[in-house]
C-alpha cells in the first residue's frame, strides 16, 4: 500500500505574515490579487490586445447555420408544417431533414391532403429520414386526430398538442415557438406567479 507524501505544516510554509491590523479576508484578497497580476504582468509575457483576436475570430469562424426547422418556420409561418418537419427531425441530422420533408410538402402540405397519401408514399417521401416507416405512420396518426378532435387546425396550446400521439413535450414545445410565435416559457412563468 502506498502511503502519500506528508502536507507541510502551515508554519513551514512560505507565506509572508499578516499585518496585524488587517482581517483575513483583507489579507487573503490582497495575497490573491498579487499572485492574478504576476501571472499577467511578467516581463516575459507578451501583451495580447484582446479586440484584435476577436476580430479575427468573427473574420475566420464559419457563420451560423438555420436549421432545417427554422427554415421551415420561415418560409410559411405555417404550424403544420413545423409540427411535420419536427416530427422528422427527431433524431435525424438538419441536413437529411431540410430536404425530406420538403419532398413530402410537394406532395401534401395539410392534413387532409396528408391523409389520401399511403404509409408507403410517405415513406418513400422521407425515406433517409431515420425510423421512415415509423414517422409515416405518427404522421398519419397525426393528421388523423388534428382532423377529428381539432377541425385539422394545429392547437396552440401546449398540453393539447400532447394529446396527439407522437407528440412529445419537444416537438410541441417547437410547434408553439416557431409555427405560432409565441414565447412558452414566458406564458407559463406568468401561469405561475400568483396574482397573475
Known sequence: MRRRPRRSSPASRSVPDRPADSSKKEWA??????????????????????????????????????????????ERHD?????????????????TTGPASARLFVLADAPAAMLRLTPKQIEHAIFPVGFSRTKARVILGVCRDLIDRFGGRVPDDIDELLTLKGVGRKPANLVVTQGFNKLWHRLREARRRPGV
Open 29 to 74: 484578497a490582497g495575497q490573491g490579487a498579487a499572485r492574478h497580476q504576476e501571472a499577467f504582468l511578467t516581463p516575459g509575457r507578451p501583451r495580447v490586445a484582446i479586440g484584435g483576436i476577436i476580430r479575427t475570430l468573427v473574420r475566420h469562424a464559419p457563420s451560423s447555420r438555420i436549421t432545417s426547422l427554422a427554415a421551415v418556420a420561415t
Open 79 to 95: 404550424p403544420f408544417r413545423v409540427l411535420i418537419a419536427c416530427l422528422l427531425s427527431l433524431r435525424t441530422k438538419d441536413e
